[in-house]
Nanobody, 121 residues
Framework: QVQLEESGGGLVQAGGFLRLSCEAS????????MGWYRQAPGKQRELVAT???????NYADSVKGRFTISRDNAKNTVYLQMNSLKPEDTAVYYC???????????????WGQGTQVTVSS
């Protein structure tokens, strides 16, 4: 069974930083795109950043220049370095990955359980 386990959330003051991690586990055949999404109270879930298996990344305009997504394919892990945090970054952050696991080579989307990020003003 494939699982995505997130870590690194917490409470930080505006201007501070956090680093989120998300590790995929299970009998993995392949991992394609990985990414981070967030959902603030009363709002829809939105894309924060994605990264392909080859390392190409994409960011929401609201986080460009402040957040950096990266991945370690050997560890099946994706990271989100968040700098210059703002109160409006407060949300539950979810990891998402497109994964195939043995013996089925078809990739499906999997979500982590979410980790809370709170930025105080």
């Amino acid at each position: 069974q494939v699982q995505l386990e997130e870590s690194g959330g917490g409470l930080v003051q505006a201007g501070g930083f956090l680093r989120l991690s998300c590790e995929a586990s299970g009998n993995i055949f392949s991992i394609n795109a990985m990414g981070w999404y967030r959902q603030a109270p009363g709002k829809q879930r939105e894309l924060v950043a994605t990264i392909t298996s080859g390392g190409n990344s994409n960011y929401a305009d609201s986080v460009k220049g402040r957040f950096t997504i990266s991945r370690d394919n050997a560890k099946n892990t994706v990271y989100l370095q968040m700098n210059s945090l703002k109160p409006e970054d407060t949300a539950v952050y979810y990891c998402k990955a497109k994964i195939a696991y043995w013996p089925d080579p078809i990739e499906n989307d999997y979500w982590g359980q979410g980790t809370q990020v709170t930025v105080s003003s």
